[in-house]
């Protein structure tokens, strides 16, 4: 109150002393009404240049008639007389002008950037206004992009809690806000607009990572992403591929990398235009040997795109990526043999293997100026076999016995169209959204014996009559959403929205139930057969509003409900460590997000917001004895209702341009804060008032960044605070399946040099070789801890042409 009440008598005053009134301004595309940036604005014999936003300020003598000039190249130019008394907000359109040349090519410099920005209100046919959105442009970043570096790569987005076992980067998991980082299984993950998680409805694990040298920015939208992308309560991630370029036949984009313990990475791409076709593909191979001994990985990654430009108003692209790879696991560790020597071996025939087939056609349609339409289809074959011994890792693997394989396919399609239009409102421009999407999931799983052996053997022993389980989990959705962007004033807007949802989960098989005595002996094995199917129908709503405060200061707030499905793909896993509820409910809740952002051109960027996430019979695990075998056991069930809030901050400063700010040298400083106070409602005294599971109170990273021309390094440091791995909050236990997650702290050093065509990328990731861990592990690649990676290097020689 006390801040409105100072600008008001700062304004009352400046009446009586000043001669001048302020005139706020913008200045907009007359057909398309997108504001235009660095447009000229001549007042007089002064000069003002509009910003990023395509906003102006000026000051003009009262009761004094000028001319005000707007000039922009490929505009024409246009001119107001005008004369005013008092502050005034103006609005002007410009009218492109055209001129058609010969061929030719224009080579400029990218200005520096801190690599993160939030996203517009609209892109393309999606809505982001008045949401917690963030881009990062990934080729600005200093970090180990061959391994996909996640602590370096998400290093700039606030509560981003990252899982690290995996060196080589096939993939990832990072989660926020207490949620689960298990391969981003709590986010709507998507490449290039479309789904590509093993199942979006009833799976939504992702062991498809896309090769982070391939991307130009990474999408999120945090908690508010239910009504334009799916019900997550975590948001959308959405790996956006670098667009092959419009003047160029041929291009090239070469990298190779080699590191520490066999690491070998290498990516190479080809991308042009030739008339109306463009064409984008890269071949990526990896491999690895690994810090720990049977780790070694193999990876083949391939990626196909044809787009074909119709007319100028319509386009197709068609999309294909296949991924495989093959990996020894050495398992788990207790903590004791954590702390004693955490490269230690439990595990000699554990494998894993992923196929990944992504599919997807897109045709984009631009109606008129003010109406574009986007229908995206998309598909999925892919499987994933993991195979070896899932006992406690304090037990001794007896090679004498067959090993597990648990055998997963999933063949799934969809469909999504969106239509967007612009209207004036007020006098001002608005946007409508309205969608709808269909979804067909077929997930297959099947878990039986496979041979005693040490070799990578992915074969059933009897592939008709299976030991353990075997089913078919059938699903659809389809949905329906609307957003609204009310533009009431220039600097205020309020996006409103619905999302109609109907969901069917089915599953259909059965699973092999056993009962032993305390001596081992076997008191009962049966077959069970297991038919059910659900389906449910609900609306889910949410509204946001953000008011641009000042040019480089923007306030915003959301609401979002959020609703996760339960499919039955999960529940039937037989693993002696883990046993699941098999009478699970869905969980639903809602997401408040608010905060202020703003940036100051390459000087300052930041995003500060607090949040609240209401989560509704959460899925936890607690501690039970597992009946068929009379260990304690990790027991996944809906603990109850949890209640997150917390404050997420980031801020960038270049301090050589807030003292020279036409200096060709950049030294900043981001700085990455978060607090989370995460705890369960539930009645069940045994979990009321308990921490959530993965929710670190504090996550901090920071680091120092200098670029001089085409030389860059960055120095990071990285902090995750204590967390609990169950609901019961336990610290310790002999088979460290559940227990606590140490706080750790980790440095990493990277710098680049370009010389010409040709660049030098090289890093040392946990320089201060921190011995660490971030998972305790139920199943694959466990059980129990699978420590993180220790002080390794890595070096990038890059080609393009």
């Not at 998400?154 to 998991?173: A, L, Y």
């Not at 496979?450 to 949905?479: C, G, H, M, W």
């Not at 032993?516 to 449910?536: M, Q």
Request: proline share 2%; net charge positive; charged share 20%.
């Amino acid at each position: 109150m006390r801040f409105y009440l100072i600008v008001i008598l700062s304004c009352v005053v400046g009446r009586f002393y000043s001669q001048t009134a302020n005139v706020i301004g913008s200045v907009q595309n007359e057909k398309s009404a997108q504001f235009v940036k660095e447009a000229i604005i001549l007042i007089g014999n002064k000069s003002i240049v509009t910003d990023s936003n395509g906003f102006f300020k000026a000051a003009i003598q009262i009761n004094k008639p000028v001319t005000i000039t707007v000039k922009h190249v490929g505009y024409k130019s246009f001119s107001q007389k005008l004369s005013v008394t008092k502050d005034t907000v103006l609005t002007f359109f410009i009218k492109s002008d055209l001129i058609y040349l010969e061929e030719i090519t224009i080579q400029a410099e990218k200005d520096n950037s801190f690599g993160i920005s939030r996203l517009n209100n609209v892109e393309g046919t999606t809505i982001y206004a008045g949401k917690k959105s963030e881009a990062i442009y990934v080729q600005d970043l200093n970090a180990n992009l061959a391994a996909n570096s996640s602590r370096q790569i998400f290093s700039k987005i606030p509560g981003i809690n990252v899982f690290e076992n995996d060196g080589t980067g096939s993939t990832i998991g990072i989660g926020g806000r207490g949620l689960d980082p298990n391969r981003v299984t709590n986010f709507n993950t998507r490449q290039n607009g479309y789904d590509i998680s093993a199942d979006a409805l009833g799976y939504p694990e992702s062991y498809y990572t896309p090769p982070t040298e391939a991307i130009d920015r990474i999408e999120i939208l945090r908690g508010a992403a239910g009504l334009q992308f799916g019900t997550q309560f975590g948001g959308m991630i959405n790996y956006k591929f670098a667009e092959a370029p419009l003047d160029k036949k041929i291009s090239g984009n070469f990298r190779q990398t080699g590191g520490s313990y066999g690491f070998l990475n290498s990516f190479n791409q080809l991308s042009g235009t030739f008339k109306k076709v463009s064409y984008n593909t890269f071949y990526q191979y990896k491999h690895y040997n690994g810090w720990r001994s049977r780790s070694e990985l193999n990876n083949h990654n391939t990626f196909a795109s044809l787009k074909y430009q119709i007319t100028e108003k319509l386009f197709i692209k068609g999309e294909y990526t296949h991924l495989n790879y093959v990996s020894q696991q050495p398992g788990g560790l207790t903590d004791k043999q954590f702390s004693t020597n955490n490269s230690i071996v439990n595990r000699n025939r554990n494998w894993f293997k992923v196929n990944w087939n992504l599919t997807s056609l897109t045709a984009d349609y631009k109606i008129s100026e003010r109406t574009q339409i986007n229908f995206l289809s998309f598909g999925l074959l892919a499987g994933r076999d993991a195979l070896g011994v899932l006992i406690r890792p304090d037990r001794a693997d007896d090679t004498t016995t067959n090993r597990n394989l648990l055998s997963d396919t999933y063949k799934n399609y969809g469909a999504e169209l969106r239509v967007l239009h612009r209207y004036y409102l007020f006098k001002q421009n608005s946007h409508v959204l309205i969608g709808a999407r269909y979804y067909k999931g077929n997930t297959y799983r099947k878990q039986g014996d496979a041979d005693k052996s040490s070799e990578a053997n992915f074969r059933f022993l009897n592939p008709n009559n299976l030991e353990n389980s075997s089913y078919i989990f059938p699903s659809y959705n389809y949905a329906f959403f609307m957003e609204n962007i009310f533009q009431l004033t220039k600097r205020w807007c309020v996006a409103p929205g619905l999302r109609y949802e109907t969901i069917s989960t089915a599953s259909e098989g059965y699973y092999r139930l056993i009962n032993k005595d305390l001596a081992g002996n076997i008191l009962l094995d049966e077959k069970v057969g297991d038919n059910r199917s659900n389906t449910r129908s609900f609306l889910l709503a949410g509204i946001g509003t953000q008011l641009k405060a000042t040019e480089g200061l923007e306030l915003y707030a959301n609401f979002s409900q959020n609703y996760r499905s339960i499919n039955f793909n999960d529940m039937r896993v037989v693993n002696d460590n883990y046993i699941v509820d098999p009478n699970l409910r869905d969980e639903n809740g809602y997401t408040i997000d608010g905060g202020f952002r703003g940036a100051l051109k390459n000087l300052l960027y930041f995003d500060v917001n607090g949040f609240l996430l209401r989560y509704n019979n959460r899925l936890g695990t607690s501690l039970k004895v597992n009946p068929a075998t009379s260990q304690i056991v990790r027991y996944r069930t809906n603990i109850g209702d949890s209640r997150s809030m917390g404050i997420e901050a980031f801020g960038e400063l270049d301090w050589i341009k807030l003292i020279n700010k036409t200096s060709k040298h950049n030294l900043s400083t981001f700085v990455n804060l978060s607090f989370i106070n995460a705890k369960y409602l539930s009645s069940q005294a045994i979990f009321r008032d308990k921490i959530v599971e993965f929710a670190p109170e504090i996550i901090f990273r920071t680091g120092i960044t200098y670029k001089f021309k085409k030389f860059g390094a960055t120095c990071q440091y990285s902090y995750t605070d204590e967390q609990y791995t169950d609901a019961t909050n336990a610290e310790y236990s002999s088979s460290a399946i559940y227990g606590i997650i140490p706080a750790y702290s980790i440095v990493d050093l990277s710098a680049n040099y370009t010389y010409k065509k040709v660049g030098l990328i090289a890093g040392i990731n946990n320089l201060t070789n921190s011995k660490y861990f971030t998972r305790r592990a139920e199943g694959y690649p466990g059980p129990g801890i699978i420590p993180a990676d220790p002080i390794n290097f890595y070096v990038t020689l890059r080609l393009t042409l």
